[in-house]
Each structure stands twice: as C-alpha cells, then as structure tokens.
C-alpha cells in the first residue's frame, strides 16, 4: 500500500517568508510524528499526535513552528518568519496505535532558507 | 530523560563479513522499545528491526539481529554477511512508556561495505 506521503520533497524559500510542509500519513495510522534532521543537531523530534489526544508538542524550538492535524489524517508543519537555522530536512513518520509497531517515515521535505 | 550513544561515526567492513554496531541506551521508563533504522544516501529512513524490553528473545529480521543486553543497556545491531547495499548510515533509536512513543535518536553510524 502506499507509505507516508511529503509534500514538497524540495523549497528553497527566503529568511523572513512563512512555509507550510505537509504530511500524509499511512492510512488506519492513528499517530503522526514530525522529526528534523539537520548537520548539527542530528534526529530530532518536534511534534506528535496521537487519535484526538492533546499534542505532544514538547519538541517544536520555538513559537515559530506550528503543527496542525485535521481530521485525524494529514497534517501541516508551519513555520513562521523562517531562519537559516530552520534550514534542515523535515521528515513526517507514522504508526499505529501499538506501540510495538515501527514508525514508518517519508522521504521528507528538504528546507533552505537563503 | 532517555538518550541513546552510538559510539563508532564510522565502520569499514568487507563485503559477505558479519558487523556489529554499537548502540546503548539510558532511560527511566519502566518500559521501552529499541528500533534500528537505515538511511542510504537517498535519504530515506527504512525500519530494519524491533525489540520490545520485555522480550525475552533477541529479535531476529532476515540478515539483521539485535543483540539485546538489558543489564548492560545495550542494542547491538548485527548484519550477517554483509553486501554492498548494506552501505548507509544506522540509527539506533528509543521510545518510551505508553504515552512517550516519541523517538529519540541516536549520532548514528556511517557503514561502508568494502568489495
């Protein structure tokens, strides 16, 4: 079946501009994870939600960086006033509910700031 | 707190040898799951194997096992018969309790198969 869908897989955008990435997970996962990867930082986590539960939006490193879900299937990243630093490669993965089951990602959107 | 050291940034194995790739962990949670994860140069993270800290058996995949050592906080992938495709980077990552299904990631290790 189809896996964890990223859109756009590229965008080169300039300090200052505001960016939406979009996630479309595996349908029937209930939970939708963000992750960043970047040179210095590595894997990190910023987001996660889970059926109708509250966020874990223990992640996100700043009021910048926002993250909706609707109706329990595709979720947008937004980032406001973007940075150099937000340049990384943003990954979406998903699960099911099990917690035992692997998250599975998306080839992620790959983010420049100039 | 969890956090997970892979401690080798870079391995050179020749190709049909057997690698081992370090990984141990430290968490509080009573319960725990331990993923292996590949990322060729491609970029995409691809799901290898799965242990639960529960388990009483080392988890098995194919080609692919985990040496899983709780007393010692360790999760050591294993690759039997290593082929040139097996070139990527490797995380070891970890997620907590229910309710902390968040992975944390470890620095990862770059593999190179050598023909």
């Known amino acids: 079946g189809a896996g964890v869908s990223q859109s756009p897989s590229n965008k080169v955008t300039e300090k200052g501009k505001d960016v939406e990435l979009r996630c479309d997970p595996i349908?029937?996962?209930?939970?939708l994870y963000w992750y960043r990867q970047s040179l210095g930082q590595g894997l990190e986590f910023l987001i996660y939600f889970q059926g109708n539960s509250a966020p874990d939006k223990s992640g996100l490193p700043s009021d910048r960086f926002s993250a909706e879900r609707t109706g329990g299937s595709v979720s947008t990243l937004t980032i406001q006033r973007t940075q150099q630093e937000d340049s990384a490669v943003y990954l979406c993965a998903s699960s099911s509910y099990d917690s035992d089951q692997p998250q599975h990602f998306g080839d992620g959107t790959r983010l420049s700031i100039l | 707190a969890q956090k997970i050291t892979q401690t080798q940034p870079g391995m050179f194995v020749q190709e049909k040898e057997a690698v081992t790739l370090d990984c141990t962990y430290d968490?509080?949670?009573?319960?725990?799951?331990l993923f292996w994860y590949k990322q060729p140069s491609s970029g995409e993270m691809i799901f290898l194997i799965y242990?639960?800290?529960?388990?009483?058996q080392n988890a098995t995949e194919g080609r692919y096992s985990l040496n899983f050592q709780k007393a010692r906080k360790s999760a050591n992938l294993v690759i039997s018969a290593s082929q040139l495709g097996d070139s990527a980077m490797y995380f070891c990552a970890m997620r907590g309790n229910f309710g902390n299904e968040k992975l944390t990631f470890g620095t990862g290790t770059r593999l190179t198969i050598i023909p």
């Open positions: 968490t509080s949670d009573p319960s725990y799951g």
């Open positions: 242990q639960g800290s529960y388990d009483q």
């Open positions: 349908s029937g996962h209930t939970a």
